[in-house]
């Protein structure tokens, strides 16, 4: 989050000013952000079960990101692979929506157009699975399944999260098992 300092402006008009008055400073404190570092290095995770990478553009070399693991790239790098249509960021619709790698960067993820200060991005995670697990009817769920998984990588990350997350209902278990083709 960009960090914010607070400074004072004075304002009085011109006329108003008797030289013989005392004059009275009314302070406000102004929040002012700081410019976007492209040079800041933030972590970028990867929701895939296996190793994922990709070329960089603003040096030379490769990324590789280990499955499930994360690394740091400079804003300026995400940001390049984002405007050069990377799918493992863009996700499906070249929104951020189902991306495989997560920017865990809150303003690099709105510099990126992946979300707003209100909307955040649509990308699978365990409180997001813990709140579909929590849906009472078995038709909403796999209703809310099928919205909310939709790539290879979303698949095999939504298994990971139940093997980990200890999950007591037989039958959401099995709905998932049957959409995804993965067994627990």
């Known amino acids: 989050m960009p960090t914010k300092r607070t400074t004072t402006t004075t304002t009085k008009k011109v006329e108003e000013v ?3 008055e005392e004059i009275v400073v009314e302070e406000t ?8 570092n492209l040079e800041k ?5 990867s929701i895939a079960e296996w190793t994922t990478g990709f070329q960089r553009i603003e040096t030379n070399g ?16 995400i940001i390049s692979q984002v405007q050069n249509g990377n799918l493992l960021f863009t996700g499906i619709d070249g929104q951020g929506s189902h991306a495989t790698l997560y920017i865990e960067d809150k303003p690099t993820r709105i510099e990126a157009d992946f979300e707003t200060e209100t909307s955040p991005q649509n990308v699978i995670s ?3 699975i813990d709140d ?9 769920f796999e209703s809310a399944l099928h919205s909310m998984v939709v790539t290879r990588a979303e698949k095999y990350a939504i298994m990971g999260f139940i093997r980990k997350g200890n ?4 039958n959401k278990v099995r709905a998932v098992e049957d959409y995804t083709k993965l067994q627990v």
């Open 18 to 20: 008797n030289p013989t």
């Open 29 to 36: 404190p102004v929040d002012v952000e700081e410019d976007f």
């Open 41 to 45: 290095k933030v972590t970028v995770r």
């Open 62 to 77: 490769d990324v590789t990101i280990p499955p499930n693991g994360t690394v740091r790239l400079s804003r300026g790098e």
């Open 126 to 128: 365990k409180e997001r």
């Open 132 to 140: 579909l697990f929590a849906i009472k009817s078995i038709k909403d």
């Open 167 to 170: 999950f007591n209902d037989y």
